[in-house]
C-alpha cells in the first residue's frame, strides 16, 4: 500500500495518560517511518489539565480538533484533584463529552489472552482454555446520558439517576455487533437485566427483531449478573458480547483482568464510520502508579494496533507492531501489572526500549517473514 497521511489528535489527559500515549505514539511513529507513512500528530488539553488550564475538561478547541482529525488517541482522565468538583464539572464528564460531541455511540472492546500471559491469568489454567471474545458495549446513552439529580424531599436527601434507551439508539449498536459476530465466529450474547429493566426490554425485544436479517448468527441472551459469572466459569463461550453502556463499563473491567491486567486492554469508539473514531485504554488515570515509570503502555499500544486496523484499514502495519509486541514477552519483560515473577519486571521505559528495538530489527516485515498482505 502507497504512504498514508493521516491526521490524529492526541490527548494525553492526566495520572500516566501522558505516559502512556508517550509510548504509542513513540511505536506509531515507528511504524509510519517503516512503511512510508506520515502520521501527524496534533496534541490537545483534555480532562483534569484541561480543567487547570482552561476552566473546563473539554475545550471547545479540543471537541473541533477531533472533529477535523481522522482519529484521536486518548491516554486516560481524572485523578483525585478533581474529585472534589461537582459530577458534571470533572474529568470524566469530559470524557462523556467528547463521546457525545463526536457521536460516538459503539465502544468495541477485544478481549483476548495471549499465549505468554497465560500464566497470569486469574482463573486456573485449565479452566481458562480460550479467552477470545469482544464487548460491543453501547456509548451514547443508558444511566451515564440520563438526567442525574440530587434533591432534598421531605427533609431527606435523595439522588436519582435516569436510564433512557430509545429503539433506534439500540439498533445502531446491535446491527454492529450482529456484523462482528458475522466476521468472527458467528455467536452473539445480548446481555440485560430484562427481568427488571424496562430498558432491558426494549433492548431484548429489538435485538431478538434484528435476528432474523443475520441467518448465520446464533444469537443468544444472558442476564447480566449471570453474564458477570459466566464469565469467569466458562469464558470460551463468548464470541460477541452485546450490552448497554453502564453494564458494558462493568463487565469490562471484570473481562480485562481475565486476560491478563486491565493495562493490555485497548477500545476503539465510533459513531456511524470509524473515520474520526476514538481509540483508548481502557484503564484510568492511574495516580498511584504516575510518574514511577511502572505504567503498562500496552492498552495505549494496542489502540493505537486498533486505530490502524480499523480506521486506517493498515493490517500488515498493525501486525507488525503486535508481534513485536509478542516476542517482547516472549522475552520474558513485563511491567508489573504483567508479570508473574518480579524477576521479569522491567520499568516502562525499558519495556518500550526493547519494543521498539525489536521493531527496527524487523523494518520490513512483509519481506523477512512473509506475513504482509
Ligand atoms: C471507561 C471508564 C469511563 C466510563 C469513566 C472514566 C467515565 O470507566 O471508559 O470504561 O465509565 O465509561
Ligand atoms: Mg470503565
Not at 70 to 81: E, Q, S
Not at 142 to 153: A, K, L, N, Q, W
Not at 355 to 367: D, Q, Y
Request: net charge negative.
Amino acid at each position: 500500500m502507497p504512504g498514508v497521511h493521516k491526521k490524529i489528535v492526541v490527548l494525553p489527559g492526566d495520572g500516566i495518560g501522558p505516559e502512556v500515549t508517550s509510548a504509542a505514539t513513540q511505536v506509531l511513529q515507528d511504524c509510519a517511518e517503516a512503511f512510508g507513512h506520515r502520521f501527524e500528530l496534533l496534541s490537545h488539553a483534555f480532562g483534569g489539565v484541561a480543567i487547570d488550564t482552561f476552566g473546563t475538561p473539554l475545550p471547545k478547541e479540543t471537541l473541533a480538533a477531533c472533529r477535523a482529525a481522522d482519529a484521536t488517541l486518548l491516554g486516560a482522565v481524572g485523578g483525585p484533584k478533581w474529585e472534589v468538583l461537582p459530577l458534571e464539572q470533572r474529568p470524566e464528564a469530559g470524557l462523556l463529552g467528547i463521546r457525545r460531541g463526536l457521536g460516538l455511540f459503539i465502544n468495541l472492546r477485544p478481549l483476548r489472552l495471549r499465549e505468554s500471559l497465560r500464566r497470569i491469568s486469574p482463573l486456573h489454567l485449565e479452566r481458562i482454555a480460550h479467552c477470545d471474545f469482544e464487548i460491543v458495549r453501547e456509548l451514547a446513552g443508558d444511566i451515564y446520558f440520563g438526567r442525574h439529580e440530587t434533591t432534598v424531599e421531605n427533609g431527606v436527601e435523595v439522588a436519582r439517576d435516569e436510564a433512557v434507551y430509545s429503539v433506534p439508539e439500540v439498533e445502531r449498536v446491535a446491527k454492529y455487533a450482529f456484523e462482528r459476530a458475522v466476521a468472527r465466529r458467528g455467536h452473539l450474547t445480548s446481555v440485560d437485566k430484562h427481568n427488571i429493566l424496562a430498558t432491558s426490554v426494549l433492548w431484548r425485544k429489538t435485538v431478538v427483531a434484528m435476528a432474523p436479517q443475520y441467518p448465520t448468527v446464533t444469537l443468544d441472551h444472558q442476564y447480566v449478573d449471570n453474564a458477570s459469572m459466566q464469565l469467569v466459569l466458562r469464558p470460551e463461550q463468548f464470541d460477541v458480547i452485546l450490552t448497554s453502556n453502564m453494564f458494558g463499563d462493568i463487565l469490562s473491567d471484570e473481562a480485562a483482568a481475565l486476560a491478563g491486567s486491565i493495562g493490555l486492554i485497548p477500545s476503539m469508539s465510533m459513531g456511524n464510520t470509524t473515520k474520526g473514531a476514538l481509540y483508548e485504554p481502557i484503564h484510568g488515570s492511574a495516580p498511584a502508579l504516575t510518574g514511577k515509570d511502572a505504567a503498562n503502555p500496552l492498552g495505549t499500544i494496542f489502540s493505537v494496533c486498533m486505530m490502524l486496523r480499523e480506521s486506517f484499514g493498515l493490517r500488515t502495519e498493525a501486525d507488525w507492531i503486535e508481534r513485536g509486541v509478542d516476542r517482547v514477552l516472549d522475552r520474558g519483560l513485563r511491567t508489573a501489572d504483567i508479570a508473574d515473577d518480579p524477576k521479569q519486571i522491567v520499568p516502562s521505559s525499558v519495556f518500550l526500549e526493547q519494543l521498539r528495538k525489536e521493531l527496527s530489527e524487523n523494518l520490513r516485515p512483509t519481506e523477512q517473514h512473509g506475513w504482509g498482505v
